[in-house]
């Protein structure tokens, strides 16, 4: 496997189920990401972990809950969810450490179909 | 803080025709520029970038030039073909210090349908 997977690539869940959606990088980067991606909504990022430092957007309800247990994998655990959280989750990694350079390309995995029910 | 505007699709065009997708920014710092595209069913892929003023990016055709006196980076081609049909993002990245430097803040998107 290359760059960024995402499993699984489409999820339909019921508002009291709970799920987690994976994302592995075969980059050797050193930071990955969460975006939701919305109809007629710009994407909006979720969760940055860079070097064991989590970035939180402060918008984001806490029935999304993120996990980075190492540098290559990323998972987004899903409860109670809402219909209104249905979307196309994507995962992104880059090499990119805080305060450093800004033009940090971001690779982005194929992201999960969420359906919430 | 950082926005990004881009012209709200769908656009149309016929194969061979000329492309200009508009963004505008803004922004507290000095940000680097980019192009996104995203085709059916995939993730998004960098298409190009421009990190200081009056660089010019430029891949499989497109290009765009970061204008910081109209704070825009226009996308452009000269020709487009029926594979270029997918949605095109335009986003920044700001240089700031701190754990949010290394954000990305992206436009709505533009999608473009090509026809043959």
């Known amino acids: 496997e290359t760059g960024v997977t995402q499993t699984p690539r489409h999820l339909v869940m019921g508002m009291t189920n709970k799920k987690s959606l994976k994302c592995e990088q075969h980059?050797?980067?050193?930071?990955m990401y969460w975006y939701k991606q919305s109809a007629k909504k710009p994407l909006e990022l979720m969760f940055v972990y860079s070097l064991e430092e989590r970035v939180e957007n402060n918008s984001v309800p806490s029935r999304f809950s993120p996990e980075c247990p190492n540098s290559s994998h990323l998972f987004l655990h899903l409860h109670t969810l809402q219909p209104e959280d249905s979307a196309l989750y994507l995962c992104?990694?880059?090499?990119?450490?805080?305060?450093?350079?800004?033009?940090?390309?971001?690779?982005f995995g194929p992201g999960t179909r969420l359906t919430v029910l | 803080g950082d926005s990004v505007t881009q012209m709200e699709g769908p656009v149309t065009l016929s194969e061979e025709a000329f492309l200009t997708i508009n963004c505008t920014y803004t922004?507290?710092?000095?940000?680097?520029l980019f192009w996104y595209v995203q085709y059916p069913g995939e993730g998004l892929q960098l298409l190009l970038k421009a990190t200081k003023a009056d660089d010019k990016g430029s891949n499989k055709g497109f290009e765009a030039t970061y204008r910081k006196e109209t704070t825009s980076f226009h996308l452009e081609k000269g020709s487009v073909q029926v594979s270029d049909s997918a949605v095109y993002f335009c986003a920044l990245s700001d240089r700031g210090s701190g754990a949010g430097s290394y954000q990305l803040t992206f436009g709505k998107g533009t999608k473009l349908s090509v026809i043959p």
């Open positions: 992104a990694s880059s090499q990119g450490i805080a305060g450093a350079s800004s033009y940090n390309e971001q690779f």
């Open positions: 922004a507290t710092g000095y940000p680097s």
């Open positions: 980059l050797g980067h050193n930071a």
